[in-house]
């Protein structure tokens, strides 16, 4: 399988966490409010449509809206790809931390 980058995992992490009102403002928004990350547009949407193209998400057009000038959103939903891709890199950082000794803030 193949590992996913730390963006990658964060974005899949937060489409899950806000189910089925996942579409790229509330992404950034989410990934500014618990990860304290200001990610600009751009760096959301290049990502999501790489996680699209490896069958990690899926996209679905919403219905037009007055206060978005007539646009459509675009949702995002994990798919079992997805959730697997999470699963392994929740393995991944599990294997790669374990043993390890707590990391303390002291100096010396």
Known sequence: MDIISRTEELILLAVWKLQGNAYGITIRQHLADTAGLDYSIG??????????????????????????????????????AGMAALNEARRVHEVMWSGLPDISLREG
Not at 54 to 75: H, N, V
């Open 43 to 80: 760096g959301i949407y290049v990502p999501l449509d790489r996680l699209v193209r490896k069958g990690y998400l899926i996209a679905q057009q919403g219905e037009p809206t007055p206060e978005r000038g007539g646009m459509a959103k675009r949702f995002y939903r994990l798919t079992k």
